[in-house]
């Protein structure tokens, strides 16, 4: 029901603008979707679980795909796109693809609609030209109009050292110092959720294309960006390196804790239970819903 709630809600506030549980509370009651005695409580605390909503300074909710419209996000591709139909995003692109994922899909202004794919290496899915032919490290700018999505190469490589930027990493180091909830929000999800509360401080951050996030936000201690690597025996032996990526904390206090009462070493611990676990290891970029990532290093 809370998802229901929230996903009216959205609709309502994209067609007016922000508005508050109050301003919500009748529609929603009028719709059946709660019985509640108190209904802007309930509005409330769907809204606040939404990963595309966020609550203004003034108790208002916007939604993020209003707060996106005309906003540009940059994303430097690895490889040659020519005849690609899928992306692999990272957390440069945690805002769209926050949205992308749920919503299902979202349209191109060129025709057609892109995708999320689920699976072993997740990705962007559009049809055939959706990505324009761009050499490997070209940038594209990534930027949504009225609810469609424009993708057009980036001519000139947007600066580092402009104010602009300066301003980003100001609000978001401001941001990620605060202890209110965050780190439910994993590896990109974490970023995309501070993006939002950028853009309800500062709605024009994002008007110009800048450098791709994950180049600009060098902050050393990320609540997104926690890569673990581990020395497995076969490492020691020349074999590869395991890293994990984006591995949550509670989990890695739970291994040591386990290690400890196994008398096993931590290393050997983990790389037995990723072997177990996750048996499909690849050097390809792969995005997964729990935030582990498993990749040779």
């Known amino acids: ?72 996000l940059t994303h430097r591709v690895r490889f040659a796109t020519k005849g690609r139909q899928v992306l692999y995003a990272g957390p440069e692109l945690a805002l769209l693809d926050q ?12 025709g057609g609609a892109v995708s999320s794919s689920y699976g072993e290496f997740g990705g962007w899915c559009g049809p055939p030209g959706w990505l324009p ?11 949504l109009r009225n609810g469609r999505i424009s993708v057009e190469p980036v001519p000139d490589e947007p600066s580092f050292s402009t104010p602009v930027t300066e301003r980003l990493r100001s609000v978001l180091r401001r941001y990620l110092r605060s202890d209110d909830g965050l780190s439910q929000w994993q590896s990109q999800h974490t970023l995309g959720k501070l993006m939002l509360r950028a853009l309800s401080e500062i709605p024009d951050l994002l008007m110009e294309p800048l450098p791709p996030l994950d180049e600009i936000l060098q902050l050393g201690s990320e609540r997104w960006g926690r890569d673990w690597p581990l020395e497995s025996a076969e490492a020691a032996r020349g074999g590869k390196q395991v890293v994990l990526e984006d591995l949550p904390a509670t989990l890695v206090t739970a291994l040591q804790r386990e290690a400890y009462k196994l008398g096993l070493g931590l290393s050997e611990l983990t790389t037995a239970v990723v072997r177990r676990h996750l048996p499909v290891r690849s050097a390809l970029p792969s995005r997964h819903a729990d935030g582990l990532v498993v990749g040779p290093g």
Do not use: W, Y
């Open 133 to 143: 032919e761009a050499a490997a490290d070209t940038l594209l700018a990534f930027r």
């Open 1 to 72: 029901m809370s998802k229901r709630i929230a996903t009216f809600c959205g609709r309502q506030i994209n067609a007016s603008g922000p508005l508050t549980p109050d301003d919500l509370a009748p529609s929603v009651l009028a719709a059946g979707l709660t019985r509640s005695s108190n209904p802007a409580t309930s509005i409330r605390a769907a809204l606040r679980q939404s990963p595309v909503m966020v609550q203004l300074p003034d108790g208002r909710f916007d939604h993020a795909r209003r707060m996106l419209d005309g906003a540009a």
């Open 99 to 110: 949205l992308l994922v749920h919503e299902g899909s979202l349209a191109l202004s060129a």
